[in-house]
């Protein structure tokens, strides 16, 4: 049994129509239109607006027929989620100027890979592991992340101890029907452990720039553990 948050899905889906409505228009306020700031716009608004649980897709279904109160909502997140944007756009980070959305008239079709994420111990101790950097690799190179916020190599710090997060940059599709599973390797290499390298599988979903969005399921990886030269091994 699965909670989904329904307010989480009603505010990626009107800031994502707020960001098109703007671009569409010229966007004559000069507002931001990155990934960051659409980001930082939904953080922003998520903040503001009570969540809304459900336990099953009955319970999505009675929502989504509840038609005085899903229009209410999206007014009430539209709304603020203007007033996020703007505060955003006067308060950008150094990248967020970096990645604007593309035209919207133009914008083609992309596999939106999720997140990945794990966690790194010490074999002997158990205990989670800081200042080891584990690298995501495709085909021989680094994986490119979304944005400048995701880093690769990810290097483990002590106030997340032992846990690494990737969210890879959209591929390219050719159709809405296509299908497709990436292929990864997860290294992780330290002068006082067993280099290893995990190899696995992430599905994609085909998706536009305007509709991705990371409230999909991220991709969980087994824990690892590093041992030694000579002494390798990774749970089940």
Known sequence: MELHNISKAIVFAVVDKLLRSIAEQGNPEKLCLSEQCRMDTVCYTLNRIEPRYVISSRGINHLDHNWGWKQQIEADVASIALKGLRMVSN??????????????????????????????????????????????????????????????????????????????APVQ???????????????????GYETIAHFFKAPAAVSSPFQAN????GLKLPDIYLFPPGEVEMSD
């Open 173 to 191: 599709a050719e159709s809405a029907d296509e299908e497709r599973v990436f292929s990864y390797s997860l290294k992780v290499q330290d002068p």
């Open 91 to 168: 308060k950008q980070r150094p990248a967020s100027g970096e990645e604007a959305l593309p035209d919207p008239t133009t914008c083609g079709l992309y596999f939106e890979i999720p997140t990945i994420s794990g966690r790194v111990f010490d074999g002997k101790t158990f205990a989670p592991l800081a200042g080891i950097k584990v690298e995501l690799w495709q085909d021989g190179k680094l994986v490119p992340m979304r944005n400048h916020n995701w880093q690769n190599p990810c290097l483990l710090v002590a106030n997340t101890p032992g846990t690494y997060t990737f969210w890879p």
């Open 214 to 217: 990371s409230s999909r399921p």
